[in-house]
């Protein structure tokens, strides 16, 4: 199976491992699984790695270069965002407005991959995968 990585399991497997479950490793780590990261989700990263809070504090845990230092030493699949993904339009459209969900599910929908998340708002999407 395809396996697109929402981007919070990126940031999960570079800052806390300890935080997928059992079944969730069991999908990165079998061999009849194509994992695939997103440069949306590097793009999602350093976005909250340049923004602070009021308080100055950092909005992003990692920092994008060592998010794709991961990917890469991973040995995941990286896709890149063109102009025709940036204008496909996702078939089964999400009631939210997030903007980096959309494009992944888009993706997801060209890669004929499934979205890891846990997001609540897609759980319900047919393009979304959570394992039990």
Do not use: C
């Not at 959309?102 to 991959?113: D, R």
């Amino acid at each position: 199976m395809n396996i697109l990585l929402d981007t919070h399991f990126i940031i999960w497997l570079a800052s806390d491992p300890a935080r997928l479950t059992a079944h969730e490793r069991e999908v990165l780590t079998s061999q009849d699984n194509r994992i695939i990261a997103s440069a949306i989700s590097i793009w999602e990263i350093r976005l909250k790695w340049a923004s602070a809070y009021a308080s100055g504090e950092r909005k992003g845990i990692i920092d994008p270069i060592e998010a794709l230092a991961l990917v890469h030493s991973a040995g995941m699949s990286l896709l890149m965002l063109d102009a025709q993904t940036a204008a496909a339009p996702l078939l089964v459209p999400i009631d939210h407005k997030d903007p980096f969900d959309e494009l992944l599910l888009v993706q997801a929908q060209q890669e004929g991959a499934r979205l890891l998340t846990r997001d609540r708002a897609l759980l319900a999407h047919p393009l979304a995968y959570q394992p039990l």
